[in-house]
């Protein structure tokens, strides 16, 4: 007869502390986590970019209006190409090391 102590299982296997109850845990490998920070990142400089623009043009809409041919949409795109243009004139001079 073998004695077994309270805490052991019956199998003689320990569990994990991170594995539940199923005996089952998330496994992803490297190239899916690489796959889900680049979505994080790429989902944060979306919003970091689209946000002022979007937010800028709503409150033009809610208290001046836009003129004849105008909308929010056209102003969003116009707004984000600003944002875009500025950040790569930006990169370029930190690149260069003028602009100090």
């Known amino acids: 007869m ?4 309270k805490g052991a299982s019956l199998s003689g296997r320990r569990r994990e502390p ?3 109850e199923n005996g ?3 496994r992803l490998g490297w190239f899916g986590w690489l796959l889900i920070d680049a979505l994080v990142v790429a989902g944060t400089i979306l919003v970091v970019l689209t946000w002022p623009p ?3 043009c709503r409150t033009q809409n809610k208290t001046i209006g836009f003129l004849a041919g ?3 949409e056209k102003c969003v795109s116009r707004g984000i190409g600003e944002r875009l243009t ?3 004139q930006n990169l370029k ?5 003028s602009g100090h």
């Open 2 to 5: 073998n004695r077994v102590s």
């Open 18 to 20: 991170d594995e539940d």
């Open 24 to 26: 089952s845990r998330f």
């Open 54 to 56: 979007l937010d800028a």
């Open 70 to 72: 105008d909308s929010v």
């Open 86 to 88: 500025s950040a790569d």
């Open 93 to 97: 001079m930190l690149l260069r090391g």
